[in-house]
T-cell receptor
Framework: AQTVTQSQPEMSVQEAETVTLSCTYDTSESDYYLFWYKQPPSRQMILVIR??????QNATENRFSVNFQKAAKSFSLKISDSQLGDAAMYFC?????????FGEGTQLTVNP | DVKVTQSSRYLVKRTGEKVFLECVQDMDHENMFWYRQDPGLGLRLIYF???????EKGDIPEGYSVSREKKERFSLILESASTNQTSMYLC???????????????FGQGTRLTVV
C-alpha cells in the first residue's frame, strides 16, 4: 500500500514570511496525483493545490507552490507572504486509481 | 458547487450500539470514501466505493462495514460501537480518476462521534 509521510507535526511562521511544509510518499507507480489539503478550525477540508505526476512543471496557485521531486518521491508546499488565515492543519495526499491516501498532517501557526 | 453532506455534526452513542453514519453527495460522483481522523495519525481510510454496491477495504476496516445502495449515498456502519471508535469521521466523494485534469475529492463537514 502507498504511504504518505509528513515529518513535521507542527510548524510556525511570522505573518508575511515564507514557510515550507514537507511531504514524502512511497509508490512504485509512475502515474498518480498529489494534493495538499487545508483543514481550518471549521473542519472543512479545502483543496489547496494539485500536481499530476506526469507533469514536470511544479504547480502554483497564487501564494501557494509546490516543489515536486518525482525521483525523490518528495512533494513540499511553499506558502509565500503568509497570512493569518493560512493557519490550519495541512494534509498531503496521494491518489492512484480510486484510492486516496493522506499523511499525518502538519499544524501551521501564523504569528502576527 | 459540489456538496457532500454528513447526517450529523456531533453524535454520542453507547458502547455496543449499532451506529449509522450517513453521507450524501449531489454531483453524481462515482467514488466515495470514509475516513477517520485522529490527532497525530492524520486521515486513515476505512472503506471506499467506486460504484453502487461496490466497496473495498481501506487501511483500517476492522469494526466497520459500509453500504452503497444508491450512487449518491454511502453509509458507514459500526456494528457494535466501542470506545476506541471515538473519533472524527470524514466522508468524501470524487469523480473517477483518469479524467482530463485529474480530479479532487470533496469532503463533508465531519461527524465527531463519541462512544461512552
Amino acid at each position: 500500500a502507498q504511504t504518505v509521510t509528513q515529518s513535521q507535526p507542527e510548524m510556525s511562521v511570522q505573518e508575511a514570511e515564507t514557510v515550507t511544509l514537507s511531504c514524502t510518499y512511497d509508490t512504485s507507480e509512475s502515474d498518480y496525483y498529489l494534493f495538499w489539503y487545508k483543514q481550518p478550525p471549521s473542519r472543512q477540508m479545502i483543496l489547496v493545490i494539485r500536481q499530476e505526476a506526469y507533469k514536470q512543471q511544479n504547480a502554483t496557485e497564487n501564494r501557494f507552490s509546490v516543489n515536486f521531486q518525482k525521483a525523490a518521491k518528495s512533494f513540499s508546499l511553499k506558502i509565500s507572504d503568509s497570512q493569518l488565515g493560512d493557519a490550519a492543519m495541512y494534509f498531503c495526499a496521494y491518489w492512484r486509481g480510486s484510492r486516496l491516501t493522506f499523511g499525518e498532517g502538519t499544524q501551521l501557526t501564523v504569528n502576527p | 458547487d459540489v456538496k457532500v453532506t454528513q447526517s450529523s455534526r456531533y453524535l454520542v452513542k453507547r458502547t455496543g450500539e449499532k451506529v449509522f453514519l450517513e453521507c450524501v453527495q449531489d454531483m453524481d460522483h462515482e467514488n466515495m470514501f470514509w475516513y477517520r481522523q485522529d490527532p497525530g495519525l492524520g486521515l486513515r481510510l476505512i472503506y471506499f466505493s467506486y460504484d453502487v454496491k461496490m466497496k473495498e477495504k481501506g487501511d483500517i476496516p476492522e469494526g466497520y462495514s459500509v453500504s452503497r445502495e444508491k450512487k449518491e449515498r454511502f453509509s458507514l456502519i459500526l456494528e457494535s460501537a466501542s470506545t476506541n471508535q471515538t473519533s472524527m469521521y470524514l466522508c468524501a466523494s470524487s469523480l473517477s480518476s483518469g479524467l482530463p485534469r485529474g480530479t479532487e475529492a470533496f469532503f463533508g463537514q465531519g461527524t465527531r462521534l463519541t462512544v461512552v
